[in-house]
């Protein structure tokens, strides 16, 4: 016992490797709730209240044994959760979004013992001698992988991604064990067929397991970027990355937060560099790296560059699906809602009989999430209420349950990115013209 609080003080923790030390932790997780709603309905009895199953499950002590047991596992098991949360909580129930919101990039990290393992399989005995001023303690620990800052054999400040040991191998088993708990749970209702969205998480979760396959991709991003002065990306480093370590040159920064002190000018040219970026990678490279968290994103004061970090759960989207999207956000800029409405069903999207209510509601939440891009005008985020307006129509979503069904996974991915650009540009009180950026692509 003392062991483990030593290894929590510290910030690292062991990861499970093994298919049953995994499961372990999900059953734990799953014991833990059970005995976090009994405890809960007990209270509410005695206060002379009727337990509500939901009311039970979703208490603060349970989304702490949630999150806690998942941050801990990383791998495929924190992302389902991040995967299952990142359409805002549109198809979910909010309480459920909200748990698993919860998952952040501040994951405990691998202990030294194991972090030594690890590089032992990746360089072989005497990896030591490969680098100089290795730090154990990592830069940045996230899902897949935690980043290491050292010095290259031939003395240049580099960084290494190395991944955690069992991850690839657990992607399958964890998705299905945490699709179960959350089917058991009662928290995803039983109409909504979620497995084609975990079918495709789990691809996508082993291209990110992929280290060449994110190199590739960091490589195309360094390419496509060179000349714009804008934006700084990591160069890759071949000789020294293998299939679990990603070596890249270290480039600093600070985190993209630390702008919201400049002058609102540097605040709305930095947001209106990281939106158009987004577009150029949907409708000219249908490639978007698809995670939005902010610590993606770093700033060079002395520069004003926008450095890029994590290439990892970058995606490739079908020429169909852009094109389709490209005439959803045109129809949505003049106001054409059967184009709209046309374009979404083409994606995939269920939207109800002509002149139903439901699809009045859906097509009302379409316009509020690309509210925008619909005015020729510099949108002032920090000035929005349309999160709250969201959340508000997609409570109203839920009593329309015959109809629900998942997204479209590529839409799924794209909107992760979209929200998780406007909850940035909120954050940093940014101003920009979505629709004069749009217009170029459109």
């Known amino acids: 016992m003392a062991g483990n609080k030593k290894d929590s003080d510290d910030g690292h923790r062991a990861i499970p490797t093994s298919r049953m030390g995994r499961f372990a932790r999900v059953a734990r997780m799953a014991s833990g709730v059970a005995g976090g709603m009994l405890a809960e309905g007990t209270r509410q009895l005695r206060a002379g209240k009727r337990p509500n199953a939901r009311d039970m499950l979703m208490t603060p002590a349970n989304a702490r044994r949630v999150a806690e047991q998942l941050s801990t596992m990383r791998g495929a098991a924190m992302k389902v959760g991040q995967i299952l949360s990142m359409d805002n909580g549109d198809f979910l129930p909010r309480e459920l979004a909200d748990i698993l919101a919860r998952l952040r990039s501040d994951a405990k990290y691998m202990p030294p013992q194991q972090l030594h393992k690890a590089m032992t399989e990746a360089y072989g005995e005497g990896w030591e001698a490969l680098f100089y001023g290795f730090e154990n303690k990592p830069l940045a620990a996230a899902s897949i992988g935690q980043v290491h800052k050292t010095l290259s054999p031939d003395g240049r400040s580099i960084v290494l991604k190395v991944q955690y040991p069992g991850v690839a191998a657990s992607i399958d088993s964890d998705v299905d064990n945490i699709a179960t708990l959350l089917r058991m749970s009662g928290l995803l209702p039983p109409e909504l067929d979620i497995q084609p969205l975990l079918d495709d998480a789990k691809v996508q979760l082993k291209d990110e397991a992929d280290y060449h396959k994110e190199a590739e991709f960091l490589q195309a991003f360094g390419d496509l ?38 002058p609102q000018a540097e605040r709305d040219r930095v947001m209106t560099a990281l939106v158009d970026l987004m577009f150029m990678e949907l409708f000219e490279l249908r490639m978007v790296q698809t995670d939005p968290n902010f610590a993606n994103y770093q700033y060079r004061s002395s520069s004003g560059e926008i450095v890029l970090l994590d290439f990892g759960a970058t995606r490739r989207f079908k020429a169909a699906f852009v094109n389709n999207y490209r005439k959803l956000v045109a129809a949505a800029m003049v106001g054409d809602h059967d184009k709209l409405i046309a374009a979404a069903e083409r994606i995939g999207y269920a939207m109800g009989d002509a002149n139903s209510e439901y699809r009045d509601l859906v097509l009302e939440l379409f316009l509020l999430a690309l509210e925008p891009l619909c005015e020729d005008v510099e949108y002032d985020f920090a000035r929005s209420d349309m999160s709250a307006r ?28 979209l929200g998780g650009m406007f909850l940035l540009a909120s954050r940093l009180k940014a101003r920009v013209n979505v629709h004069q950026l749009l217009a170029r692509f459109v």
């Open 225 to 262: 970027l060179r000349e714009d002065e804008r934006f700084l990306v990591p160069e890759v480093l071949p000789e020294l990355t293998r299939p679990t370590v990603l070596a890249m040159t270290y480039v600093s920064g600070k985190p993209i937060e630390t702008i919201l002190d400049l």
């Open 390 to 417: 969201m959340s508000q129509l997609a409570e109203e979503v839920t009593d329309f349950r015959d109809f629900w069904q998942a997204p479209p996974t590529d839409a799924v991915y794209f909107h992760r990115k």
